[in-house]
């Protein structure tokens, strides 16, 4: 095992990427003592750590699609979720909770599916990357990346050229179908959820219990600033 992670480690190459503050939200989440408010871009608090949970500023289709019109403006992206004392709420920019969800304003989602481009593939217990064309063809020798990590996950966003989480050597990191390390191996988990699509960024652990944001540089975002 050891052998074949040198050989893949030797084969990666680094990715330098910029990323500017446009592309990114412009609150994020942080979490002090087990309470989530939010952060702006340099670090300054504007919404005081609160919440049980709080998400990014991103649509909910259940209130854009409500049977109660009034309340479908709460459903754009210039709202978060954000949970208190059990009672789930819609807040906006400056941290006022402007809407408190109730059951019968939930309507249903119709989202589209983007099928991706590329899957993981398991080989001898190794993770590697391979087309979905080279699938519907059965050409499954074919691989854009060579099975040698020990787990891949595909995160949703640009499905040409899609963000992949990675583990190698029980470390996890971010690679793209070039085989490029986008964030190095050194974090405990990264999370399998919609924050890449969302917001440009990766929710990440280096304990496996303590989660913060970082973006495809590897700065990470807390009250003190971005480091």
């Known amino acids: 095992m050891k052998k074949i992670f040198t050989l893949c480690i030797a084969s990666i190459s680094i990715a330098a990427y910029s ?12 979490t002090i003592n087990q309470k989530t408010g939010y952060i702006d871009q340099k670090g300054n608090t504007i919404v005081k750590p609160e919440y049980n949970i709080a998400m990014l500023f991103s649509e909910d289709c259940h209130l854009l699609n409500s049977p109660n019109e009034n309340v479908r403006i709460f459903g754009t992206s210039d709202y978060a979720t954000a949970e208190k004392n059990m009672i789930v709420y819609r807040i906006n920019k400056l941290g006022e ?18 099928p991706q481009q590329y899957n993981a593939f398991v ?46 050597d029980d470390k996890f990191g971010i690679i793209n179908k070039k085989n490029e390390v986008i964030i190095p191996f050194i974090y405990e988990d990264i999370k ?31 009250i003190s600033g971005i480091k």
């Open 19 to 30: 990323q500017t503050p446009d592309e990114l939200p412009e609150l994020i989440p942080v």
């Open 192 to 222: 399998t959820n919609l924050s890449w699509k969302t917001a440009h960024l990766f929710e990440v652990s280096t304990n496996g219990k303590d989660y913060f944001y970082i973006n495809k540089n590897n700065h990470s975002y807390n």
């Open 123 to 168: 080989v001898n217990g190794f993770y590697g990357l391979i087309s979905k064309k080279s699938i519907d063809d059965k050409k499954y020798d074919n691989f854009v990346i060579s099975p040698a990590y020990q787990s891949l996950y595909i995160l949703d966003g640009d499905t040409d050229d899609p963000m992949i989480i990675a583990v190698l």
């Open 97 to 114: 909770r402007v809407y408190q969800y109730k059951s019968e304003d939930k309507g249903k989602c119709t989202l589209q599916y983007e």
